[in-house]
């Protein structure tokens, strides 16, 4: 550590560089200069700099004496102080929406892409889910697999039993990509009407006929109409699941409105509500992907919000 400090004041670099930043009126000069800082010189010395002012809290066995120790200090602090201005010199500078993005590439910089990523999944992110009822559809379901899968994107489908039967494939698609499966009764029907039997019947015949397709279970339950009898779920051991927002995709049937609806509502914790049978819901359902992933949302499977 000696030798760089010694190294610092013969070359003068302390004393000079702060004279020479104030004529650096040129933009690509004091870009140049602040790349050269982050990534050649200035951010490495001050890593051996903290090292160093930090010896003697680590008890290390290094003989020092008083004022060699004060001296390291005092340049530690002149070194932070540099890199502190050359950085804002240059940030002032940037136009604000190149700031964005040089932001992240002097992170990279820094600490490297892989440590970039680690801080950017340790940032909280408003979380939505995307559930998808009456499926699945042999027409439309496909296609919302196909591009779920090359968005990388986990969803939630609560089948009808009646269509477990004409579509096994899909189902088990579903369950081998990675989104919740869960159960919407075997015809449809509005379980608060039924005898507590015949409701028992229509859940418990969809649940075997997934559990024979995917070799799983359903945990979860969405009500056909959200009608949901008191204290079934104890009859079942299922968890109904319902909803915050209600595209009402099956009336209108149009892709513009449907992603409309959802981007005026939508908010931390949403549970949408569409069905995967309409070619517009599954043409707006990838676009609302994306437009809500530019806007910072993680999508979830609904357990990830019920259950966190």
Known sequence: MKDVFDYLEEEDLLRNLPEALPQMEDETAAKRIEKMALEAFYL???FLCILSYTEQSLNLKIKESPGTLMKKRKVCVLLILIVVFVLAVGWKRTDPEVRRTSGK???ENIAGQGMLRLVEQSVEHPK???TFDDGPDARYTSVLLDGLRARNIKVSFFLLGEKV??????????QEEGHLVGNHTYHHVQLDKLSDAKAREEILKTNNLIYETTGRYPQYMRPPFGAWKKNLELRVEMMPVFWTI???DWKIQ????IIKTVEEKIKDGSIILM?????????AALKLADSLKEKGYELVKVDELIMP
């Not at 039967?165 to 579903?174: G, I």
């Open 44 to 46: 490495p010395v001050l």
């Open 105 to 107: 590439a002097i992170a």
């Open 128 to 130: 939505a889910a995307l």
């Open 165 to 174: 039967e004409q579509n096994p494939d899909l189902v088990r698609r579903m």
């Open 246 to 248: 209600d595209t009402l």
């Open 254 to 257: 149009n892709t513009e409105q």
């Open 275 to 283: 069905h995967d049978e309409y070619k517009t819901t599954v043409e």
